[in-house]
């Protein structure tokens, strides 16, 4: 560890000396990051030699996930959506669920050493999409704007959404191999989701409120209007932990409670440019630690099953179910395929792994799940990194020809 910190902070400096002259090429920020802690891990340089069950680590994952949940959900406008929510409606309503049982079913059969519980929870885990991962989808201004409206609100929400059922099935996991009762296992998971839930709207209400009165009377300086979400989101993790509830849960809950009540008091979101700023660092890290702890280790262990199966997860059990759930807006196969193809996997799995491995040896088969997790964000780390720009200005290039899909997407109601 003594390494560590001053390693990761010279790759940080010297990425951002170069960050504008990568900007226009397919290596992402988080190819570099990833690449870096590979090479500098203890599997490799060792000057990035921390145990991924350091406490340092779970708390950098944590707080980076917190974070990162509370200022997508805090965006989330529903009133101003509704004339939008066609599209993530349907990669969130239809499209996740698939997704899941799609994940599920390829683990079973192609990792058929794992029990059902472990096959589920890895589909579960490998479920959330990160749209950081191929930023240029995202924001490329020539892109249809419904297309990427609908692939940044997929990845903003479904983070929030597989949280609770990550704790769900985790849970059962554990319970059926015996690491707690069942009894344990349902109470600890109502724990979690209440507590989360009311931890993160008092947190969340008590924040907006504070901030909306400030303004109302004048009296925030703006810098400290910034300060205002990030402790927003620290207040709504740091009271659900103690209380037994999942942090997470309340960092996505008090997003919304805050964005909503904001929003309602007549604020705008020119306040959370601290709260992006500090989540883009501490993503940063955690993908170099990602690179040096996790992936380092896990390419040891690689198998042909493993590779197939995340293979699967970024091809198949990605595409199919998006394709099912634009069934009946007709939009055209390129659009199916771009849509498909950009769910690329991230953060969200990444600490949900660190979580797993927070206590070993509770599942049976815990090495061949978190193995072919990582694997899987490695690869998609690198696939949808190198894709991204090209696909999505080849993408936007056929649009501009064939401009009639986003009229049908618009026009088609959600499920």
């Known amino acids: ?33 990833t690449a870096a802690g590979l090479l500098l891990g203890g599997k490799s340089a060792g000057l990035i030699d921390v145990h991924v069950t350091a406490e340092t680590v779970k708390l950098l994952a944590e ?7 509370f200022s997508d959900a805090a965006r989330v406008d529903l009133s101003a959506l509704r004339t939008e929510i066609s599209l993530p409606a349907r990669l969130l309503g239809i499209g996740l669920p698939l997704t899941i049982l799609a994940g599920f079913g390829a683990a079973v059969v192609v990792l058929g050493d794992l029990a059902w519980p472990e ?5 579960v885990i490998l479920a959330p999409t990160d749209a950081a991962l191929g930023q240029a989808v995202v924001t490329l201004q020539s892109l249809p704007l419904r297309v990427r409206q609908g692939l940044n609100v997929e990845s903003g929400l479904n983070d929030g959404i597989c949280v609770p059922l990550f704790l769900v099935v985790l849970a059962i996991a554990e319970a059926e191999a015996g690491a707690i009762g069942g009894g344990s296992a349902a109470r600890l998971v109502t724990e ?12 969340g209400a008590v924040a907006a409120a504070v901030l909306a009165a400030a303004r109302r009377r004048d009296t925030i300086d703006p810098l400290w209007a910034q300060i205002v979400p990030v402790t927003a989101a620290v ?10 509830g999942s942090g997470f849960i309340a960092a996505f809950v008090g997003g919304l409670t805050f964005g909503a009540i904001r929003r309602r008091s007549g604020g705008g979101e020119e306040g959370e440019r601290l709260l992006d700023e500090a989540g883009d660092l501490f993503s940063a890290v955690t993908f170099i630690v990602f690179g040096a702890v996790l992936l380092g280790p896990a390419l040891g262990h690689l198998s ?11 091809t198949v059990v990605r595409m199919v179910p998006v394709a099912l759930s634009l069934v009946g807006t007709h939009p055209r196969a390129p659009t199916v395929a771009f849509l498909g193809w950009f769910g690329p996997r991230g953060l969200a799995t990444i600490v949900f792994v660190i979580l797993i491995l927070e206590e070993p040896g509770q599942l049976p088969h815990e090495n061949l799940l978190v193995t072919t997790a990582v694997l899987t964000i490695g690869a998609s780390v690198l696939a949808h990194g190198l894709s991204a720009a090209p696909l999505a200005d080849r993408y936007a290039a056929w649009f501009r020809r064939h401009p009639r899909d986003e009229d049908d997407l618009a026009k088609r109601g959600s499920p």
């Open 1 to 33: 560890m003594t390494w560590a910190l001053p390693v990761i902070a010279g790759v940080l400096l010297v990425f951002a000396a170069l960050s504008r002259r990568l900007a226009g090429t397919p290596i992402t920020a988080p190819i570099v990051f």
């Open 304 to 314: 042909w099953a493993v590779l197939g199966y995340a293979v699967l997860s970024l």
């Open 119 to 123: 096959a589920l929870l890895l589909a």
């Open 192 to 203: 979690q989701i209440g507590y989360g839930i009311a931890a993160g709207v008092g947190s």
């Open 235 to 244: 207040l709504a993790y740091t009271v659900a932990v103690p209380l037994g």
């Open 63 to 69: 707080v980076t996930l917190a974070l990162v949940l």
